[in-house]
């Protein structure tokens, strides 16, 4: 099992990031899937998660409406879409498959200006 993330980097107040997470050893479409942040001095907090089957979501309550997870079968990937970012988003931001708890090597996210 392994979890790739990719995506981050360097991004003003307001604008836009795609995280994704590539997964090998597993298939993502029968698996929950979950993304963390943690912030400098902060422990980690759930951000957003999908299920495997029917596709729901859950979001947390500081992300609700700029973000969006969702998951490309095809590709084994699963993805965070952060829109209007705010400074408070700087992060490390991990993916995570819940059965086993395997985490992602995570992937930076700086909001500021």
């Known amino acids: 099992v392994q979890l790739v993330e990719s995506g981050g980097g360097l991004v003003q107040p307001g604008g836009s990031l795609r995280l994704s997470c590539a997964a090998s050893?597993?298939?993502?479409?029968?698996?929950?899937m979950t993304w963390y942040r943690q912030a400098p001095g902060k422990e980690r907090e759930l951000v957003a998660g999908i299920s495997s089957s029917g596709g729901r979501t859950i979001y947390a309550d500081s992300v609700k409406g700029r973000f969006t997870i969702s998951r490309d079968n095809a590709k084994n990937t699963v993805f965070l879409q952060m829109n209007s970012l705010k400074p408070e988003d700087t992060a490390v931001y991990y993916c995570?498959?819940?059965?086993?708890?395997?985490w992602g090597q995570g992937t930076q996210v700086t909001v500021s200006s």
């Open positions: 995570q498959r819940i059965a086993g708890n395997y």
């Open positions: 050893g597993f298939p993502v479409s029968i698996y929950d």
